[in-house]
């Protein structure tokens, strides 16, 4: 079964800080490595997604994943207090089954 | 476009009570996930339908939880005696599968709890 670790449990940055978030996972082949976000009370959303080794930009979004290291991680740029939230990484894996980390929650102090 | 919808938005229970949890998926995806998210964890898959087929229920605790999806469009989860550890939040999510692309869509959950 897929295990997803996210490190840390939580962080605080200020305002227009960089946001760096890390998540390992356990199978090398699994098919692709998602980070949702979940604010208090709401389901989690989709933010961006990676399949292959290497980096993927959206905005001010990063996502970096090293398939032989079995470690991928996000980088939110010029962090807003609307990005205070739980940031969730989710792996796909065979069967299509996607499993979630506990998550990293974010505060971000103006 | 409507998102996924879920029913009630709370539910409090004593140990022994059935409680039943309602979700509308977003119009045209085909394929229906429940979720279960206890406080300060990440969700964990209980159960999910293709159209109106089971594809893997082997999370689900089958002595007391049942899913249905009679026409393919809503779902019902059924929790027949609830436990003190049956305290959660159950999401529900769509999606139209075809591809490793395919992108979940949760609605806002049933916040349950069992006194």
């Known amino acids: 079964q897929e295990k997803v670790q996210q490190s840390p449990e939580s962080l605080i940055v200020p305002e227009g800080a960089m946001s760096s978030l890390n998540c390992t996972f356990s199978n090398s082949a699994s098919q692709s490595i998602w980070w949702y976000q979940q604010h208090p009370g709401k389901g989690p959303e989709a933010l961006i997604?990676?399949?292959?080794?290497g980096n993927k930009k959206e905005g001010r979004l990063t996502v970096y994943l090293n398939r032989a290291s079995l470690h991928v991680s996000l980088h939110i740029r010029d962090s807003q207090p609307s990005d205070s939230a739980v940031y969730l990484c989710?792996?796909?894996?065979?069967?299509?089954?996607?499993?979630f980390g506990i998550g990293t929650r974010v505060l971000v102090r103006p | 476009e409507a998102g996924v919808t879920q029913s009630p938005r709370y539910a409090v229970l004593q140990e022994g009570q059935a409680v039943s949890f309602w979700c509308d998926p977003i119009?045209?995806?085909?394929?229906l996930y429940w979720y279960q998210q206890p406080r300060d964890q990440g969700p964990q898959l209980l159960v999910y339908?293709?159209?109106?087929?089971?594809?893997?229920n082997s999370q689900l605790p089958s002595d007391r939880f049942s899913a249905v999806r009679p026409k393919g469009t809503n779902s019902t989860l059924k929790i027949q005696s609830a436990k003190q550890g049956d305290t959660a939040t159950y999401l529900c999510?769509?999606?139209?599968?075809?591809?490793?692309?395919?992108?979940?869509?949760f609605g806002s959950g049933t916040r349950l709890t069992v006194l």
């Open positions: 339908f293709r159209d109106e087929a089971v594809i893997d």
């Open positions: 989710a792996v796909r894996s065979a069967g299509n089954k996607l499993t």
């Open positions: 997604s990676i399949f292959s080794n």
């Open positions: 999510a769509s999606s139209f599968w075809g591809y490793s692309a395919e992108t979940l869509y």
């Open positions: 119009s045209g995806h085909d394929t």
